[in-house]
């Protein structure tokens, strides 16, 4: 089974500011990575697959980067509607799909 | 639009079972894989299993191995999961997701999510 960390586990950022999440898997997951953002109460929504393809209408301060085990998600100029968690998940080597335990972005 | 449409939350006793529903349109609904993840309270995503509407092949996570059994009804564009031999820790919200492609099985289109209770 691939894990995937997070880090930080929570990432206290000004709006306005740059925010700078990683992902790293215990295998290589070559491309097959991708990003979601959860709000409460709300389902995950697709940000980043292909580690770095931003989803249909996802702003272009997302940018997603890395390949084999290391990944980041940056968010440039946090707005007020970014401060949620954030999963990553591999798609590369299944049975099971994985996630990691996701980085909470919250108001400095 | 794609939409998934999930069945309303349940409350659910120790030892019961539970049948979730996932109503799909906007697409065909042969043509994309359906995941199921879930997510207790406060934690995170864990993937419980997939299914392939078309032809109704699954694969399943260790973890659910011979307690979850997922379905659909074509006529109905609508993939079921059942989870049996409740307990206290399934406690969760359950979402089906659709899968991009029978190659690169990330979803794109989550449902609502159905909170599923499992208390004495």
């Known amino acids: 089974e691939v894990v995937l960390t997070q880090a930080p586990a929570t990432l206290s950022v000004s709006p306005g500011e740059r925010a700078t999440l990683s992902c790293r898997a215990s295998?290589?997951?070559?491309?097959?990575l991708a990003w979601y953002q959860q709000k409460p109460g709300q389902a995950p929504r697709l940000l980043i697959y292909?580690?770095?393809t931003r989803a249909t209408g996802i702003p272009a301060r997302f940018s997603g980067s890395g390949s084999g085990t290391e990944f980041t998600l940056t968010i440039t100029s946090l707005q007020s509607e970014d401060f949620a968690v954030y999963y990553c998940?591999?798609?590369?080597?299944?049975?099971?799909?994985?996630f990691g335990p996701g980085t909470k972005v919250d108001i400095k | 639009q794609v939409q998934l449409v999930q069945s309303g939350a349940e409350v659910k006793k120790p030892g019961a079972s539970v049948k979730v529903s996932c109503k799909a349109s906007?697409?065909?609904?042969?043509?994309?894989?359906m995941h199921w993840v879930r997510q207790a309270p406060g934690q995170g995503l864990e993937w419980m299993g997939i299914?392939?509407?078309?032809?109704?092949?699954?694969t399943y996570a260790q973890n659910f191995q011979g307690r979850v059994t997922m379905t659909r009804d074509t006529s109905a564009s609508t993939v079921y999961m059942e989870l049996s031999s409740l307990r206290s820790e399934d406690t969760a919200v359950y979402y089906c997701?659709?899968?991009?492609?029978?190659?690169?099985?990330?979803?794109?289109?989550w449902g609502q999510g159905t909170l599923v209770t499992v208390s004495s």
């Open positions: 292909g580690a770095s």
């Open positions: 299914i392939n509407p078309s032809g109704g092949s699954t």
């Open positions: 906007g697409y065909s609904f042969r043509n994309y894989d």
């Open positions: 295998q290589s997951v070559s491309s097959d």
């Open positions: 998940h591999q798609y590369n080597n299944w049975p099971p799909f994985t």
């Open positions: 997701a659709r899968g991009w492609s029978d190659v690169l099985r990330f979803s794109d289109y």
